[in-house]
């Protein structure tokens, strides 16, 4: 196992090139499986869970290459309509291929991700918008079974009682586009992830009508093609880095990004008090010596990501002040809090809500990585305190962060891996 080190106090300066998007990815990859022929997909990010779908994509029966950040995947005529839970249980995100298996061979047998440490993660919408399309779904021996004679479209409502769901969405429009007629699916998620899925769909011969809106409508087809796709830049990337310019009170520019995806994080930003200016696809964040403290609600787009909440949390841990942050997609999402309490900060929580009360400076420490947006949160808090910090179970991090203490470093940062 590796740690992180961080030796804290450095300002960081400079350009840092942001990798595509890992949320983008994972389903884009699932999504090949539709496909006739081979696909080609470009931008891909060197992380983990890239690695564990092409594992499981493998698993599925289809040939997979991968060279210099492009990912190719040719299903062949044998697929395996398994997702064993030995693949799945290392990857929540593997429940986006019961959508396409369901889609492009009427039966899919995916182990149940379960929960996992940022909360319950519930599957009823998946369920809901599959059998709406006319599969028969049971769940035995930790499995959703589900299968199908033929998959009809239909209109559906896919709202949950924390909004929409972008996994959710995915499968249900993975597996409408081969459906027989037209699918509705109202309450869509409009991440930025979700309309690239969309789009590369399209670029397989799928009709799909409002990716990125809340309501999309797919007219199914009969075969898709196999197509070459460019993956969007990674929004939670950025924002993070993002995040790190304003709280070493440095000068950041983010590139490759598409700015408009980030909106919520930058107004906020603006609203502490950083000067954030952007271009076509460049972001540059500069950090003022005080900040003020804002009050930040996390909500589906384009709302304040979820994904985002922990390193925002500990820009405002020395943000003079008191900041509210609440959680509304995930409620439990703070395993952070006690980690960066161990670093000085304070931060109280009251239901769903972090109350935090900015200190001067924060202290290097021991900390431990929980999840992998928990696990950044804690890198930006090690940056700026006093002295070292020891990210424990680091393996989090690289489920998300590609080459992240290369980037960190060429800003300026010193921080480097060792062993446990
Ligand atoms: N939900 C339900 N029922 C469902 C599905 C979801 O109630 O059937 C609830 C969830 O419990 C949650 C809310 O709906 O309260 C939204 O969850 P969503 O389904 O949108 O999450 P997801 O699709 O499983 C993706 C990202 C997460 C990100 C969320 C929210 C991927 C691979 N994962 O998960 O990313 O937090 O959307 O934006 O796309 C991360 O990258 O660190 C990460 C956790």
Redesign the pocket.
């Given at each position: 196992m590796e740690k992180l080190v961080i030796q804290g106090g450095k300002r960081l300066s400079g350009e840092v090139e942001i990798s595509g998007a890992?949320?983008a990815t994972?389903p884009i990859l699932a999504a090949a499986l539709l496909a006739d022929g081979e696909s080609v997909i470009e931008n891909v990010p060197n992380l983990r869970d890239i690695s564990t779908m092409v594992r499981l994509l493998r698993s599925l029966g289809a040939r997979v290459t991968q060279s210099n950040g492009s990912i190719s995947v040719k299903p062949t005529n044998s697929l395996v309509p398994l997702a064993p839970y030995k693949l799945v249980s290392t990857m929540?995100?593997s429940i986006c291929v019961l959508g396409p298996l369901l889609g492009r061979l009427h039966e899919a047998e995916v182990s149940l991700p379960g929960g996992c440490v940022?909360g319950?993660?519930?599957?009823?919408?998946?369920i809901k918008g599959l059998e709406a399309l006319g599969a028969k779904i049971t769940i035995e021996h930790g499995y959703v079974k589900a299968k199908a004679k033929e998959l009809r479209g239909r209109e559906i409502y896919l709202g949950?009682?924390?909004?929409?769901?972008?996994?959710?969405t995915g499968n249900v429009m993975m597996a409408a586009v081969l459906a027989k007629g037209e699918t509705w699916i109202e309450n869509a998620?409009c991440?930025p992830?979700v309309e690239d899925l969309a789009n590369f769909l399209i670029c397989m011969g799928a009709k799909i009508e409002g990716g990125g809106t809340h309501l999309l409508r797919i007219q199914g087809v009969k075969k898709l093609r196999g197509a070459r796709h460019r993956v969007i830049p990674d929004r939670?990337e950025a924002g993070t880095f993002m995040v790190a310019g304003a709280m070493s009170r440095g000068d950041v520019m983010v590139k490759n990004v598409i700015p408009q995806h980030n909106n919520a994080l930058i107004d906020k930003l603006r609203a502490a008090g950083a000067d954030v200016t952007h271009t076509k696809n460049t972001v540059r964040v500069r950090g003022k010596k005080v900040l003020k403290p804002v009050d930040v609600t996390t909500l589906p787009y384009p709302g304040f990501?979820?994904?985002l909440q922990a390193q925002m949390m500990a820009l405002m841990t020395i943000t003079p002040g008191i900041s509210v942050i609440t959680e509304k997609?995930?409620p439990d999402r703070f395993m952070h809090v006690s980690e960066l309490n161990r670093m000085g900060s304070k931060v109280f929580m009251e239901g769903s809500s972090a109350i935090v009360t900015g200190v001067k400076r924060l202290s290097g420490a021991h900390v431990m990585a929980s999840d992998?947006?928990a696990s950044a949160a804690l890198l930006l808090a090690g940056l700026v305190a006093e002295g070292r910090t020891d990210v424990h179970r680091i393996y989090h991090l690289d489920r998300?962060y590609e080459k992240v203490e290369e980037k960190m470093k060429g800003l300026g940062a010193a921080v480097w891996r060792e062993k446990e």
């Open positions: 890992k949320n994972l929540r995100a940022i319950p993660r519930p599957i009823d919408l998946h949950g009682s924390f909004g929409s769901s972008v996994l959710a998620a991440e992830e939670i990501p979820t994904d997609i995930y992998l947006r998300g």
